[in-house]
């Protein structure tokens, strides 16, 4: 597994994308393992790290299910789920602090 998450945030890595976090959400209370999140340099980028990831990943990786907007897109892996999103959209959602609680066993404590 952890493997599979350091190809992942090498990918993202490699194609410019800021900020990459990692979350990791085994034994807690939630339908992934783990969850990534990284911020793109704006829209197209967006699109093109989805891409990157997309060549990178296949075939090991199998893309259950991928939800674009040019703002942010959501990559579903089955065990992991990564979040791509422009740098506005990951402030006005901040999903950092929501995973990091989680992962801290803290999931009711969100503020």
Do not use: C
Not at 4 to 30: G, N, P, V, W
Not at 77 to 90: A, F, K, N, Q, S
């Amino acid at each position: 597994m952890q493997n599979r998450i350091e190809k992942i945030i090498q990918t993202l890595d490699k194609h410019k994308a800021e900020a990459i976090e990692s979350f990791d959400l085994r034994e807690k209370d939630y339908f992934v393992d783990f969850a990534i999140i990284a911020s793109s340099l704006g829209q197209k980028h967006t699109t093109a790290l989805l891409d990157h990831l997309k060549t990178e990943l296949k075939p090991e990786e199998t893309f259950n299910y991928v939800e674009e907007s040019g703002d942010w897109v959501v990559v579903d892996l089955g065990d992991v789920l990564i979040h791509i999103m422009t740098p506005e959209y990951r402030v006005k959602y901040d999903m950092e602090t929501f995973l990091t609680s989680l992962a801290d066993g803290k999931e009711g404590e969100v503020k």
